[in-house]
């Protein structure tokens, strides 16, 4: 029988470096979790755990509300 490697489990960054609040004026941090397309990237790609990638959603939010992300990339406009 063929073994099959399982992928090793991402460790959620924030809480690697103890991070409770995700700061929305960050653009450099939050495009990290933003796709091509301007979706939120999901939590089994990103590796956050459940609390810290709710923290993220919010903080995405507000930056969109703020213009200081797209809320969709350039190609559709």
Request: charged share 35%; net charge positive; proline share 4%.
């Amino acid at each position: 029988m063929a073994e099959f490697d399982r992928k090793r489990r991402r460790i959620c960054r924030f809480c690697e470096d103890s991070i409770n609040y995700i700061p929305y004026h960050d653009d450099r941090l939050l495009k990290r979790f933003i796709n091509e397309r301007g979706k939120i990237v999901p939590r089994r790609i990103s590796g956050n755990c459940a609390f810290h990638q709710r923290r993220l959603t919010t903080a995405v939010k507000r930056a969109r509300h703020l213009a200081i992300l797209p809320y969709t990339s350039e190609i559709y406009r």
